[in-house]
Structure formats: C-alpha cells, structure tokens
C-alpha cells in the first residue's frame, strides 16, 4: 500500500510536464511575430548563441582530439587506423555534435534564460508589463523559444567543424596520417541527409526542448532568491535528462 508521499512522488513530475505543455500550447497559440517581437528575437540569438561561441569552440575542439585520440588507439590495433576519420565525422554528426552542444546551451545559455526570466518575476518586471497591456509571452518568452531553434543548429555546426579541425590536428599533425586518405574516407561514409541532416534535424528538436524548459522554469520561478536559484538548477537537469532521452527515440526512428 502506497503513502501520501510516495503517491505525490510519483505523481508530481506528471503534474510538472502537464504544466510545462499547457504553458508550451499558451505560448504557440499567441506566436506572432511582430517588429518588436523580432528585434527581441535577434538580440536573443545574439545572446544564446554568439555568446555561447568560446565554450562550443574550446569544448568542440577538445573533443575532437580526445575522440581521434581514443579511436586512432582502438583501431590501430586491428590495422583499420585509416578509418579514424569515418568514426569521427559519423560519431560527431549523428550523436555527439547534437548532444554535446545541447549541454553546453543548457548550462550557459539555458541556465541564463531561466535566470532572467526568474529575475523579472520576482521584481514584478512580467506584472509590470501585463499593467501596460504588453502580453509578457509574447515579448518575453516567445522570442527565447525561437532563439534556442535558431542558436542551437548554428552553435552545432560550429561545434562539429572546430571538433573535425582538432581531429585533423591530432591525426595528420601529429600522428602523421594521410590527409587525403583522411578527407576521402570522411567523404565517402558521410551520407548527407542521413547523417548530417539527421543531425541537424536532431539539434532543431532539442534546441527547441532546452528553451522550453529553460523559459518554463523561469516563468514557473518562485519570486525569491532561492527560487531563481532552484529554477536555474532545475533546467540543467531537466534538460540534460530529456535531450538523452529525445536523442534516444529521434535514433531509434532514424536508424
């Protein structure tokens, strides 16, 4: 026999996400897409994704070695070290470049919308706005739900070149492979629409989940200190989680 607790345990991450999509439905049934509401678009992409550049580039490109690195020991061994470069650009373009890049927008760039928006509830700023007869979804989170769709795909495609550049650092500069056996190989086991476009199709969807959640929990924020504090938190975990488990299904479908 359950107790009270356990049942509101299980019940309660239910009554979240019926939260979460009824506020997701409000914000596309008032989708519009004015001047003003455009100019606060671009200075959302701006924000989420030109300033996310330094951490997806230095992340990007480190992982590229790590992942050449690890690979080119593994397939050494059974004399395939000139396939390192199919492994790579498959690994970046189906899961690692999505993924990874999404994590990375989560815990910058997500983490600063939640804040923002937690930040404007407690000072009354989304009250404020609703006195002036300005719908704050319209001017404050629709414009961040369309950012995270535009910024995540630009910031993914950055992350995938600076990861395919710290490959080809790590294999022909310094282990002295062939780089046109390395350019060939990539060429001919990369499928465009499969594989990138998969990819790309991929980073849409999840740019768009991280900027629901991020936008969710500083709408939903508790107008206090420790309640922008626990949003922020919450929408690093809530998004690492669905962007796995998203990625999972959208694979499952693909392959």
Same mark, same amino acid.
Do not use: H
């Given at each position: 026999?359950?107790?009270?607790?356990?049942?509101?345990?299980?019940?309660?991450?239910?009554? +979240?996400?019926?939260?979460?999509?009824?506020?997701?439905?409000?914000?596309?049934?008032?989708?519009?897409?004015?001047?003003?509401?455009?100019?606060?678009?671009?200075?959302?992409?701006?924000?989420?994704?030109?300033?996310?550049?330094?951490?997806?580039?230095?992340?990007?490109?480190?992982? #590229?070695?790590?992942?050449?690195?690890?690979?080119?020991?593994?397939?050494?061994?059974?004399?395939?070290?000139?396939?390192?470069?199919?492994?790579?650009?498959?690994?970046?373009?189906? +899961?690692?470049?999505?993924?990874?890049?999404?994590?990375?927008?989560?815990?910058?760039?997500?983490?600063?919308?939640?804040?923002?928006?937690?930040?404007?509830?407690?000072?009354?700023?989304?009250?404020?706005? +609703?006195?002036?007869?300005?719908?704050?979804?319209?001017?404050?989170?629709?414009?961040?739900?369309?950012?995270?769709?535009?910024?995540?795909?630009?910031?993914?495609?950055?992350?995938?070149?600076?990861?395919?550049? #710290? #490959?080809?650092?790590?294999?022909?500069?310094?282990?002295?492979?062939?780089?046109?056996?390395?350019?060939?190989?990539?060429?001919?086991?990369?499928?465009?629409?499969?594989?990138?476009?998969?990819?790309?199709?991929?980073?849409?969807?999840?740019?768009?989940?991280?900027?629901?959640?991020?936008?969710?929990?500083?709408?939903?924020?508790?107008?206090?200190? +420790?309640?922008?504090?626990?949003?922020?938190?919450?929408?690093?975990?809530?998004?690492?989680?669905?962007?796995?488990?998203?990625?999972?299904?959208?694979?499952?479908?693909?392959?």
């Amino acid at each position: 026999m359950s107790t009270p607790s356990s049942g509101n345990a299980l019940t309660a991450p239910l009554r +979240e996400l019926g939260r979460a999509g009824i506020f997701l439905l409000t914000v596309l049934a008032r989708l519009r897409l004015g001047p003003a509401q455009l100019g606060e678009l671009l200075r959302q992409v701006y924000f989420a994704g030109v300033r996310s550049l330094v951490i997806i580039v230095i992340s990007g490109f480190f992982v #590229g070695l790590v992942l050449t690195l690890q690979t080119y020991d593994t397939l050494t061994r059974f004399g395939a070290s000139d396939a390192v470069s199919t492994v790579l650009a498959l690994s970046l373009f189906r +899961e690692l470049g999505p993924v990874l890049a999404a994590l990375l927008f989560a815990g910058r760039a997500g983490t600063s919308i939640t804040a923002e928006i937690g930040l404007m509830r407690a000072t009354e700023q989304l009250d404020a706005l +609703e006195l002036m007869a300005i719908d704050p979804i319209e001017r404050i989170v629709q414009p961040r739900l369309l950012a995270g769709m535009i910024a995540l795909p630009a910031l993914v495609l950055v992350f995938n070149v600076t990861a395919i550049v #710290g #490959g080809i650092f790590f294999a022909v500069f310094l282990m002295g492979s062939d780089p046109t056996a390395f350019w060939s190989n990539m060429q001919s086991s990369v499928e465009l629409m499969r594989d990138f476009g998969g990819g790309m199709f991929k980073s849409v969807c999840f740019g768009f989940v991280a900027a629901w959640v991020a936008t969710w929990y500083g709408w939903s924020a508790r107008p206090t200190s +420790e309640g922008v504090a626990l949003a922020t938190t919450q929408t690093v975990i809530a998004t690492a989680i669905s962007v796995l488990v998203l990625d999972f299904v959208l694979s499952a479908f693909m392959l």
